[in-house]
């Protein structure tokens, strides 16, 4: 199972149409996850690929009060034999730490914390304490259109024979 992960692309999609064309051509992509603030540019690319997102700041910015209460924040899916919490990170004031981000993945018992809101990289694992069964793989692949490390990132998760790979990928 192939997942490409973008964040922040801000109402530009030419770097992530490149990712996305590129990784097709290489073979399949199974889902596209976006962390928000410019999910509605995965409209205007039109992919044959399933979509997961989550809303960012940005959207709660555009969105008129009333309709707010129908965004989607965070999300948890189970794929490959891994939970993933994704969330935008703007609620769990992930500028300043991880620490409460970290915290609701693993009350929803997830395996993998997908977030973006910081416009940089982060990939890092966090093993068990001695009462979890399992880790916590962190990742924010960045941004695809206005990196704050001159990065022009996205995020690549790979699921093969119950082993996730996790890195990130860039347009140059």
Known sequence: MKILVFSD??????YMKAAIDM???LGT??????LGDGVKDL?????QIPVCYVDGNYEEYITSYLARKNLKTETILDLGGFRFF??????????GG???AVAAAKHN????LVY????????????????????????????ISRPRDNVFSYGLIEIRNGNILISHGSIQ
Not at 86 to 95: D, E, I, Q, S
Not at 109 to 112: E, T
């Open 98 to 100: 991880l620490a409460s």
């Open 116 to 143: 973006g809101h910081t416009h940089e990289q982060h990939n890092e694992y966090l093993p068990p304490s001695d009462d979890e069964e399992h880790g916590l793989y962190i990742f924010n692949p960045g941004s």
């Open 29 to 34: 992509v199974d889902c596209i996850f976006h």
């Open 43 to 47: 409209e205007c690319l039109s992919p």
């Open 23 to 25: 990784h097709t051509a």
């Open 86 to 95: 994704l969330t935008h990170g703007h609620r769990y004031g992930v500028k």
């Open 109 to 112: 018992g997830a395996n993998v």
């Open 9 to 14: 692309s801000h109402q530009r999609n030419n």
